[in-house]
């Protein structure tokens, strides 16, 4: 399994940063410049990446992981894409074992990090799928609740990070051809105004 693939099963894929976290702007004209200046396979970190790991060394790992750093709704979603030689008993144990991070993520006083997890295969027509099988929506209370049962590579340090998370990721990894992930708060939501209700605000803040 590639590095890249190991940074989205981590849980925060756009959160891993490896090497140095600060960029030099370049001197040379922008045209004169190789257009290969990233090793190969390597993806330079986003600016959400930067910008949690600059939030992380300004409030450190056991602040960054604490249950109440940033409360309110954050939703992780992960999508899986399998190895052509997984079989399906291995598919279904890779899921089953995903469903049992509910239980089994939890803090060292016992307190569970996730509020639920759902999955579901995919079955959209449109054709934007890019391969991806099955996907996972994991909710928490906090930031800081997901950013403990995320751990590695985003937050290192022993004790700051959940284990049963860590060791899905190295139980899985060898039947994953791709993952994609995807956090955010939940910042607004919308629904349907109820018939004959008056019309207000397409959308309720959060």
């Given at each position: 399994m590639t590095d890249r693939i190991w940074t989205a099963m981590a849980g925060l894929g756009f959160l891993a940063v490896t090497g140095a976290a600060t960029?030099?702007?370049?001197l040379a004209?922008?045209?004169?410049?190789?257009?290969?200046s990233s090793p190969a396979?390597?993806?330079?970190?986003?600016?959400?990446?930067?910008?949690?790991?600059q939030v992380l060394a300004q409030v450190s790992a056991a602040n960054?992981?604490?249950?109440?750093?940033?409360?309110?709704?954050?939703?992780?979603?992960?999508l899986f894409r399998f190895l052509k030689s997984a079989t399906p008993f291995q598919r279904a144990e890779v899921v089953r074992r995903f469903l049992e991070l509910a239980t089994d993520s939890r803090r060292p006083d016992g307190r569970p990090l996730v509020v639920s997890i759902?999955?579901?295969?995919q079955n959209s027509g449109e054709g934007q799928d890019e391969g991806y099988e099955i996907a996972f929506l994991v909710t928490f209370r906090s930031e800081g609740d997901r950013n403990y049962y995320v751990g590695r590579p985003v937050v290192n340090q022993p004790g700051l990070f959940d284990p049963a998370h860590d060791a899905f990721k190295v139980f899985a990894a060898p039947y994953l051809a791709g993952a994609m992930v995807f956090d955010?708060?939940?910042?607004?939501?919308?629904?349907?105004?109820?018939?004959?209700?008056?019309?207000?605000?397409?959308?309720?803040?959060?």
């Open positions: 960029v030099t702007p370049a004209d922008p045209y004169s410049l190789p257009i290969a396979g390597v993806a330079p970190p986003d600016a959400a990446a930067v910008a949690v790991q960054f992981t604490a249950p109440d750093f940033r409360p309110g709704v954050v939703r992780h979603m992960v759902e999955t579901g295969v955010y708060r939940v910042a607004a939501e919308a629904s349907p105004v109820p018939a004959g209700a008056k019309a207000g605000k397409a959308g309720r803040r959060k």
